[in-house]
């Protein structure tokens, strides 16, 4: 278990959990929205603000590609990154991916009160912003489903996580290389 990749949407705790995860598995910890803005200098809001989403989505790509190569590492996702390309069937082919699946209402309430910009919440209510969430979840949940494992964001546990990960690869003696 080389890569553990984590996906879903935006605000749904990727990062938070991936630095606990990772260090309850003596892992590195990345954010692949981070490596984005240190290695093409700009922060992502400001790149959507300048450029358009299809230019995003392929560095993005790029940026996901370089991972592949990471060595026990817990890896944060952007939340559209496994939507693009064939990013989800690379993800679990090289890594083993977790799903932190939360509900509209409960994502819109922790980007409203988000201390990190988001361009997706700018000038939205709160109704305008549940609705876009919902339509946002539902385009990406074929992509989501298919991760090896799917979790509550709101109650997920990392000690839980790895006793999955490392039960369910002894059990199917995968070593997701």
Known sequence: ???????GFMGVGKST???KLAHKLGYRFIDLDIIFEKKYKI??????????????????????????????TVIATGGGSPCFFDA????NQKGVSVYLEMT????????THAKKPRPLVK???????????KQKLEER?????????TVDAINVNAEEV????RENSKSQKTNFK
């Open 141 to 149: 949940k074929a992509f989501y489903k298919q991760a090896h494992f």
């Open 17 to 19: 959990f991936g630095k």
């Open 88 to 91: 989800m069937e690379k993800i």
């Open 43 to 72: 922060r992502i809001d400001d790149f959507f603000g300048k450029y358009d989403e299809e230019l995003f989505r392929k560095l993005e790509h790029d940026t996901l590609k370089e991972s592949f190569s990471a060595v026990k």
């Open 162 to 165: 790895v006793d999955l990960l």
């Open 104 to 111: 509209p209402t409960a994502i819109a309430h922790r980007l």
């Open 123 to 133: 000038g939205k209510t709160g109704e305008e912003l549940r609705e876009l969430i």
């Open 1 to 7: 278990m080389n890569r553990i990749y984590l996906i």
